[in-house]
């Protein structure tokens, strides 16, 4: 078969992938609709609308691809798959809510259709449930893996929070929110395959090192598409990031390497949010190469992350995850 890190450059290349775990994904997709169950009824309404909304779902593939390349034959991977994207799913729900936003994958967000007090509470109920999945698994090693992570995810949240509007974000501080935030959830996800196959420490680690590199190249892309991509292709409103006064690295890549002029401009809507302006704001950071230098650092963690890759056996599982790395840097939404 060819190799799929060859062959993968776009969407339709990254189903081959998928495949790869179809039946698990089938399994996988049947268990989250049978833990979203609940007697509350606007909890099974918002919930079904934002699991079902579209999405990659990356980070339950993660623990499918990363089970199956360490051998692993039982089922506790579906569990902790649907455990994996519901936790994400309620850091969507909150995010969209702190954001204020009104547009997800194409689609109006759940805050904007059914309020903000209803996102918030079914993001609570989608955590708890979860845990009580996590739970079902009896592996201590499982629940210190995800209860770090919840804990290091909302500590990113009020990172960024205290970032907003703050000019004088560094790079380092920019990447140490996105590791929290983004990046940990795909660490977990990589790693819990290890766990959950018995591999041993050093194997544990370089799944876990391989999924940090690879969320922190993920959201680099997305962070530099929100300057180059389009809002249908994005599925969200485009200058969203601008408008919310976020410093992401497009931007303070920008205000550190731009004129007077674009400094000026990047400096004001940061401090002040600046949507209205956004088409100056992305000539600025065009004109800066601020796309080329966030894709260029987005490259590097992908390639990090495939280095960790050499401590497994070959296998199309490891190809898919060489692959995945690809993907998430050469994507356009």
Not at 54 to 81: I, T
Not at 115 to 142: I, K, P, T
Not at 163 to 176: A, F
Not at 261 to 287: C, F, P, Y
């Amino acid at each position: 078969m060819r190799g799929f890190a060859a062959i993968l450059t776009n969407l339709m290349d990254i189903q081959a992938v998928y495949s790869l775990v179809a039946d698990d994904r089938q399994a996988v997709d049947a268990l989250i609709r049978q833990r979203l169950h609940s007697e509350v009824v606007l909890i099974n309404q918002i919930s079904h609308y934002i699991i079902n909304s579209g999405g990659k779902r990356m980070r339950p593939v993660l623990v499918l691809l990363s089970a199956r390349a360490f051998g692993y034959s039982g089922k506790d991977h579906l569990e902790l798959a649907a455990v994996i994207e519901f936790i994400h799913t309620a850091t969507l729900l909150h995010d969209d809510v702190v954001d204020a936003s009104e547009l997800r994958r194409g689609r109006d967000t759940a805050n904007a259709v059914w309020g903000n007090e209803a996102s918030v509470l079914v993001g609570d109920f989608l955590y708890s449930r979860a845990f009580q999945m996590m739970v079902s698994v009896q592996n201590m090693r499982v629940m210190e893996i995800l209860a770090q992570a919840t804990n290091t995810i909302a500590e990113g949240e009020v990172k960024q929070l205290l970032n907003v509007h703050n000019i004088e974000t560094t790079e380092e501080v920019y990447l140490d929110v996105i590791r929290s935030k983004t990046a940990k959830l795909f660490e977990s996800a990589a790693q819990l395959g290890a766990v959950l196959a018995g591999r041993p420490a050093e194997e544990e680690q370089a799944l876990a090192a391989y999924g940090m590199y690879l969320g922190t190249a993920f959201q680099l892309i997305d962070d530099a598409l929100d300057y180059s991509s389009s809002a249908e292709e994005l599925g969200k409103n485009i200058g969203d990031d601008l408008a919310e006064g976020k410093p992401t690295l497009p931007l303070l890549y920008t205000l550190h390497n731009g004129n007077e002029v674009q400094r000026t401009l990047i400096r004001s809507v940061i401090e002040e949010g600046g949507k209205d302006r956004i088409s100056e704001v992305i000539a600025a950071i065009e004109s800066t190469g601020a796309i080329a230098y966030t894709s260029r650092s987005a490259q590097i963690e992908a390639d990090k992350a495939i280095a960790q890759l050499a401590i497994i056996p070959d296998s199309p599982y490891k190809e898919a995850l060489i692959a995945l790395a690809h993907f998430a840097v050469s994507r356009s939404h």
